[in-house]
């Protein structure tokens, strides 16, 4: 059995406050033009005897015929249905056709008058119909924007299902190349190493502790890219030359850890052992955009070498996607070997 929820209640409510508003109406009408009880109770009687039967009609096809055989394609039944109602509500009409001989009040009928009668009676099952269809119209209404609705949540779900899906997929992917160049460092450096790891534990607190929201502040980001860069900076020799430059306000929030993948992929592609290298890496804050620039040397990797396989590349452009629709520009191109990308972010529509 389907929970009554509260917004069923205030949509009753609703509907219940208008029908009474439409059979009060007369009423109030008669009794401030007249002052007279008595034809204010007249006019309410005449006003139930025309009106209740689109009243009922209202209702049942409403939350009835409407939900259990409109909307379920029993169209035969449907009809069948309400012609019934129509004619048990509309009884009057038919007593007095079937025994018009055996109702002594009733004058002699003329065809004149039963061509009336006749009229009458149809007027009455067009209205009646006539606000049948009201009523569907309005339920079918109800129902597209509660199934847009549900819709709608759905793809948020989905959306934010994928988003973790892909977010957790950062993690390991950040985790694994980076303990691949402290791996490196141990074979050199044991002391950096011993470092390196600590500076780790604090660049993966924040991934595991702090990127749980769904936004987070920029500065948050900066400190993390400002620690993970610091630990790439570990296993270059003194051909590689890295700047960076971060001037974002500290009152801004973005997807978390959204960049974290082009740095790493710099590192990886656009250093050299043996040849000159640089990494340039900017965050800039102009108006309401956030500017994200890299540009590196491109060393390519060859087919063997999966550390590139560009699993976090893929990952922020489809997180760009899900989050920042329509907000956001991707520019990338590859001159005299220097690898750039460029992330245009509009933060505020």
């Known amino acids: ?9 205030w949509i009753l409510l609703v509907q219940v406050a ?28 005449a006003t139930w005897a025309i009106l209740h039967s689109p009243l009922a009609m209202y209702f049942v096809n409403f939350y009835i015929f409407g939900p259990y055989l409109f909307f379920r394609r029993k169209f035969l039944l449907f009809a069948v249905c309400n012609l019934l109602l129509t004619l048990a509500l509309n009884y009057q009409f038919l007593y007095v056709w079937i025994a018009r001989d055996r109702i002594p009040e009733l004058p002699e009928m003329t065809p004149t008058m039963w061509i009336g009668f006749f009229i009458g009676f149809f007027m009455f099952l067009l209205i009646n119909c006539f606000v049948a269809a009201i009523a569907i119209g309005i339920r079918h209404f109800m129902r597209i924007r509660q199934i847009k609705q549900q819709l709608k949540d759905e793809k948020a779900k989905n959306t934010e299902a994928e988003l973790a899906w892909l977010k957790n997929q950062i993690n390991p992917h950040f985790l694994f190349n980076t ?24 660049l993966l607190r924040y991934a595991m502790y702090e990127t749980n929201k769904k936004m987070v502040p920029i500065e948050g980001e ?3 890219m400002r620690n993970y860069i610091s630990l790439m900076k570990l296993r270059c020799n003194e051909k ?28 990886k592609h656009g250093v050299s052992s043996n040849r000159p290298s640089k990494i340039d890496i900017r965050l800039l804050q102009n108006a309401n955009e956030l500017i994200f620039n890299c540009e590196n040397t491109n060393f390519p990797k060859d087919d063997t070498d999966r550390s590139g396989s560009g699993i976090g590349l893929e990952n922020t ?27 245009t972010l509009r933060i505020k529509d």
């Open 18 to 45: 208008v029908w009474a508003f439409i059979m009060l109406l007369p009423l109030l009408a008669t009794l401030v033009s007249t002052h007279d009880f008595q034809a204010t109770k007249t006019t309410f009687m």
């Open 317 to 343: 452009r489809r997180r760009l996607d899900l989050m920042y629709a329509g907000r956001y520009k991707w520019e990338q191109s590859i001159e005299d070997d220097i690898y750039h990308v460029r992330i």
């Open 179 to 202: 303990l691949n160049n402290i791996s490196s460092l141990c074979q050199i450096d044991a002391d950096g190493a011993q470092d390196a790891i600590a500076q780790l534990s604090d």
């Open 240 to 267: 590689t030359k890295i700047t960076t430059t971060f001037d974002v306000k500290q009152n801004m929030e973005i997807a978390p850890l959204l960049f974290i993948s082009l740095v790493e992929n710099a590192f």
């Open 1 to 9: 059995m389907k929970k009554i929820e509260r917004k069923d209640i």
């Open 222 to 224: 900066v400190e993390f």
